[in-house]
């Protein structure tokens, strides 16, 4: 196999290192992004991903919890708004019962 050298010859120094830079980098999928934003309260890029139809409201991510119920969890009312107006559905229910804070210690065990 010819090494790495050889297959960029041809490039300059610049289309190299973005070739490089290209095999390296990394995806995170559509829902980790639209989370994360949610978390973040980036409010134009959450709408931007619901607008493009790059995620589905009512999907129950890896956490368990809807994007609602991430929104609400980081206490973002505005990004609670925004979902609500595009669709997010109030009732639905995340796979596991969340625990108000305050009684987190009396849920997992004795007072």
């Not at 829902?31 to 709408?47: A, C, S």
């Not at 493009?52 to 009512?58: E, M, Q, T, W, Y």
């Amino acid at each position: 196999m010819p090494s790495r050298t050889v297959r960029y010859a041809r490039y300059s120094p610049r289309q190299r290192r973005r070739r490089l830079l290209a095999e390296r980098s990394v995806r995170f999928p559509n829902d980790v992004l639209f989370l994360d934003h949610i978390r973040q309260g980036d409010l134009e890029q959450v709408g931007r991903f619901i607008r493009a139809r790059k995620v589905a409201l009512d999907t129950i991510h890896p956490s368990g919890l809807a994007a609602l119920h991430e929104a609400v969890l980081s206490g973002n009312l505005e990004c609670v708004k925004l979902l609500v107006k595009y669709g997010a559905d109030i009732h639905q229910r995340s796979q596991e019962p969340v625990v108000p804070p305050g009684r987190s210690r009396c849920y997992m065990g004795p007072c």
